[in-house]
């Protein structure tokens, strides 16, 4: 168990540009998420794939998002024309499917985007 | 009304005090409970999660749950300066995302 692993950890952009983020979960994982969180918040939930299917989008996830899971392993994360409110960490979270959805979710550490 | 509410604090303690964090949920038909600890910068750390009413011990930590009042608490027994940290309650209504609250602070101090 190696663990969720996000890359990159940190990404500066300028304002317009667009990113893309990954994240390659807990191999028995099956199910991954992806959270943002801002500064004193706590984190909020975007979207979750079981498998290679994106089941649940969050109102959050504006038409600027879009995220995918080709192969149901790893998942990216792209922003496109980014804005200065899209500065925030942005969470890759895994569970295990033994549970369904009472599992615990087990996070990444996180790509911290900053938009200038 | 929010989904998880939780006293953002800080909420201070001496060495080798019980810390008690507090949590609320707003609803009724929520089923499993999470508490994380998040480190300055860092991603959140699964520390106990809870299905049913009453208390799961791991260690230095107690979970307490009581649906009826819609209430969970997380209990930190000896506290010591490393657990300082912000502690996020989380609640799993059914569906496939967990509700965090915003934290708690905790200072343990020296």
């Known amino acids: 168990d190696t663990g969720v692993s996000q890359d990159p950890r940190h990404k500066i952009t300028k304002r317009g540009q667009n990113v893309t983020f990954r994240c390659d979960p807990i191999s028995e994982h099956n199910r991954l998420y992806w959270y943002r969180q801002t500064l004193g918040q706590g984190p909020e939930f975007l979207t979750y794939?079981?498998?290679?299917?994106?089941?649940?989008k969050s109102r959050l996830l504006s038409d600027r998002f879009s995220a995918e899971r080709p192969k149901g392993s790893f998942s990216t994360l792209e922003i496109q024309r980014t804005e200065q409110g899209d500065s925030a960490m942005y969470l890759c979270?895994?569970?295990?499917?033994?549970?369904?959805?009472?599992?615990?979710?087990?996070f990444g550490n996180g790509t911290r985007l900053t938009v200038t | 009304q929010k989904e998880v509410e939780q006293n953002s604090g800080p909420l201070s303690v001496p060495e080798g005090a019980i810390a008690s964090l507090n949590c609320t949920y707003s609803d009724r038909g929520s089923q499993s409970f999470f508490w994380y600890r998040q480190y300055s910068g860092k991603s959140p750390e699964l520390i106990m999660f809870?299905?049913?009413?009453g208390d799961k011990e791991d260690g230095r930590f107690t979970a307490q749950l009581n649906k009826a009042s819609q209430y969970v608490s997380l209990l930190i027994r000896d506290s010591q300066p490393s657990d300082s940290a912000t502690y996020l309650c989380a609640v799993n209504k059914g569906a496939n995302n967990l509700f965090f609250g915003t934290g708690t602070r905790l200072t343990v101090i020296p």
């Open positions: 809870i299905y049913s009413n």
């Open positions: 794939f079981q498998n290679e299917a994106q089941l649940e």
């Open positions: 979270a895994s569970s295990d499917p033994g549970q369904g959805g009472n599992s615990p979710l087990h």
